[in-house]
């Protein structure tokens, strides 16, 4: 099983970034998709959770609004588009795959917000 994610980066406060997560080894599509990130010094909160047939979405109250969830599931791959970005979304962003009891993380993509 793997899941990778991509599309970290430094960006400018206001600016957008997409996130993937491309997934292999099990039945992605069985999967619900989470977005989760880790500040330095903070908790791992999560951020955005999608249902296994995209039909229904979950944000954290801090990135309604600004951030969009989606996935392929032809693609195996899962999305975080990010916009208007602040200083505060300053962190390690892990996805997460998760279906009953079993759970797949990857390992993270930075993103940095700073002027």
């Known amino acids: 099983v793997q899941v990778v994610e991509s599309g970290g980066g430094l960006v400018q406060p206001g600016g957008s970034l997409r996130l993937s997560c491309e997934a292999s080894?099990?039945?992605?599509?069985?999967?619900?998709m989470s977005w989760y990130r880790q500040a330095p010094g903070k908790e791992r909160e999560l951020v955005a959770v999608?249902?296994?047939?995209?039909?229904?979405?979950v944000y954290a109250d801090s990135v309604k609004g600004r951030f969009t969830i989606s996935r392929d599931n032809a693609r195996n791959t899962v999305y975080l588009q990010m916009n208007s970005l602040k200083p505060e979304d300053t962190a390690v962003y892990y996805c997460?795959?998760?279906?009953?009891?079993?759970?797949?993380w990857g390992q993270g993509t930075q993103v940095t917000v700073s002027s």
């Open positions: 997460n795959a998760k279906l009953k009891w079993i759970n797949y």
């Open positions: 080894g099990y039945t992605f599509r069985s999967y619900v």
């Open positions: 999608i249902s296994s047939d995209a039909g229904s979405t």
